[in-house]
């Protein structure tokens, strides 16, 4: 079973940047797709961005467009998530999932979670 493990999280000013990352163990992630969603207080989980299991693909939401950047590794079973001019409304619990195949924005679908880093855009 995959297992995923984030990383990277912490307090930033705003205009900051931070690198997350998810590592996966016990199996490859190479034939998956991998997402990063976030959930705030209080609101519901959405999706960040995703990344085709090549990582030839990729996709955004439009609040993170021109700022996140997501890419792969697969000699090292990582994902990254490069987050510039961050945003007090950035501030949230980030996880990255995978699913096998293509990338969705239905969360249901993804299989495996990782537990998620803390995201804190405050001056």
């Known amino acids: 079973q995959l297992q995923l493990v984030e990383s990277g999280g912490g307090l930033v000013q705003p205009g900051g940047s931070l690198r997350l990352s998810c590592a996966a163990s016990r199996f490859t992630p190479d034939y998956y797709a991998i997402g990063w969603f976030r959930q705030a207080p209080g609101k519901e989980r959405e999706g960040v961005s995703c990344?085709?299991?090549?990582?030839?693909?990729?996709n955004y939401a439009d609040s993170v467009k021109g700022r996140f950047t997501i890419s792969r590794d697969n000699a090292k079973n990582t994902v990254y998530l490069q987050m510039n001019s961050l945003k007090p409304d950035d501030t949230a619990r980030y996880y990255c999932?995978?699913?096998?195949?293509?990338?969705?924005?239905?969360?249901?679908?993804?299989?495996?979670w990782g537990q998620g880093t803390q995201v804190t855009v405050s001056s």
């Open positions: 990344i085709s299991s090549s990582g030839g693909s990729t």
């Open positions: 999932a995978a699913k096998f195949g293509v990338c969705s924005d239905r969360i249901a679908v993804y299989d495996y």
